[in-house]
């Protein structure tokens, strides 16, 4: 397992191979965490409402994700005692934090989409 620097001696650096902030980037890189994130934007959900709301995700990947980001405290993840049990999902503030630049990345990419599909098209002719 490779080790991650940690220590506050030196400041971050994501160009450098052991700066922690590339295992955050690894993460938000991601496209399901961003998916996932701007999806909890709006309050808690089910897993059920999340998969609407996110086409294309196999609920195996939707576990792995959700995962992700309850260990990483991005969200938090609720059972309620009922039968059948139900889980929601919700933003911490630290994954509010996160919705800032997720939300600007993902504007640029809905501006940008087509600009960048006629550019790939004009490159692989």
Request: hydrophobic letters at 40%; aromatic letters at 6%; proline letters at 5%.
């Amino acid at each position: 397992m490779e080790t991650i620097a940690s220590s506050s001696a030196f400041p971050p650096d994501a160009f450098a191979k052991d700066c922690a902030s590339r295992v955050v980037l690894d993460r938000i890189g991601d496209r399901w965490t961003v998916l996932v994130v701007g999806a909890l934007a709006d309050g808690r959900l089910r897993f059920s409402e999340l998969r609407t709301r996110i086409e294309g995700i196999t609920p195996k990947v939707m576990t792995q994700t959700l995962r992700a980001l309850e260990r990483d405290g991005v969200l938090t993840r609720t059972v309620y005692a009922e039968v059948p049990p139900r889980v929601e999902y919700e933003l911490t503030d630290l994954g509010r934090d996160l919705l800032v630049p997720i939300d600007a990345i993902r504007h640029w990419a809905e501006q940008h989409a087509s600009r960048i599909v006629a550019n790939r098209e004009v490159y692989d002719r």
